[in-house]
T-cell receptor, first 110, second 114 residues
């Protein structure tokens, strides 16, 4: 069945780059997503990438997609304390469902 | 505007109470979703509405009853809940049902069942 995996924790220093990794199994996914969830809040759509793209850049965010290895990464440049949150990778599958990873808790230390 | 609103933000209820959660979007989206999320876990899909009709029920207990009165509104009626139902309830919407469309989430209702 479909599965999405992420490491659970990442700790970085303010100003460093953060890289959050994700692997997925459904090769038919058209879109892959990154959502951010701050404590006590809902899910904020950060960015997404279409499956025929290798890379997408949006200000401090860079998404890399290796479709052969089914590997997705999110790089946050110049990480700030406000970036501390849980980051969920998700793949869309037929039927309108989203399959989420377990979430990576990013801790940014000053 | 990609805003999904949810009310109330917080809700405390006893196991014998009846309450409702509300969700609204004005983006013209025709698919709406209810998710349940426990702390530091990913959201779990509960229900999907496509063109105001229930299309997916992920084997959710009958004490949760969804309703879609029109294309902008989605309700979740709660009755005889259990303490383990305490969670963050998230609503989402997407433009078209069935396809691989981007889902936009609301801020959630944090529910505590005593």
């Amino acid at each position: 069945g479909e599965d999405v995996e992420q490491s659970l924790f990442l700790s970085v220093r303010e100003g460093d780059s953060s890289v959050i990794n994700c692997t997925y199994t459904d090769s038919s996914s058209t879109y892959l997503y990154w959502y951010k969830q701050e404590p006590g809040a809902g899910l904020q759509l950060l960015t997404y990438i279409f499956s025929n793209m290798d890379m997408k850049q949006d200000q401090r965010l860079t998404v890399l997609l290796n479709k052969k290895d089914k590997h997705l990464s999110l790089r946050i440049a110049d990480t700030q304390t406000g970036d501390s949150a849980i980051y969920f990778c998700a793949e869309s599958i037929q039927g309108g469902k989203l399959i989420f990873g377990q979430g990576t808790e990013l801790s940014v230390k000053p | 505007d990609t805003e999904v609103t949810q009310t109330p933000k917080h809700l405390v209820m006893g196991m014998t109470n009846k309450k409702s959660l509300k969700c609204e979007q004005h983006m013209g989206h025709r698919a709406m979703y209810w998710y349940k999320q426990k702390a530091k876990k990913p959201p779990e899909l509960m229900f999907v509405y496509s063109y105001e009709k229930l299309s997916i029920n992920e084997s959710v207990p009958s004490r949760f009853s969804p309703e879609c009165p029109n294309s902008s509104l989605l309700n979740l009626h709660l009755h005889a809940l259990q303490p383990e139902d305490s969670a963050l309830y998230l609503c989402a919407s997407s433009q078209q049902p069935g396809g691989q469309e981007t889902q936009y989430f609301g801020p959630g209702t944090r529910l505590l069942v005593l």
